[in-house]
């Protein structure tokens, strides 16, 4: 597996890892069952700043295929903190991918300021509840339906996790 930082010229390749979710991953993720990532979406995820707005991709050695991605997103509010996302490909889920990506991200937030992440989910994704909370963070239920969660980095342990 390769992982990398996502590229301005990677919007194609998002839009056809997108294409790999099933529905529920998709609804899972996004919180929508929409069938596609648009052309302004896989732009707006793939043309990044790398400091405020920071992203990795995973392929499979000698492919182009994006089997999973984690960014984080600062808050301008809060600059310490930033929204947490993670997406990996069904074929890919549960083999320890995720967690990968998470502490990779981790140590790039922490070089840039980033002390805590954020994060909303549902609350019957059992995978990112269980992410989350293998990586020290903490998950309350908001509603009946949606969880939200936060890793307070200075917790966390480096790569090892």
Partial sequence: MCVRPVRADDA????????????????????????ALSDRVARYLAEIDHVDHQALVATPVGSPAIVGVVR????????????LSITVADDWQRAGLGTCLLHLLIERARAVGVR?????????????????????????????TIASGHIDLDATQGTSG
Avoid at 72 to 83: C, S
């Fill in 12 to 35: 194609d390749d998002l839009q056809d890892g997108f294409a790999l979710l099933s529905e529920l991953s998709r609804y899972r993720r996004f919180h929508t069952g929409t069938p």
């Fill in 72 to 83: 984080f997103i600062r808050l301008r509010v809060r600059p310490d903190e930033a929204e």
């Fill in 116 to 144: 805590r992440f954020t994060l909303e989910m549902l609350a019957d994704n059992e995978g990112i509840l269980a992410l989350v909370r293998a990586a020290g963070g903490v998950v309350q239920p908001t509603d009946s």
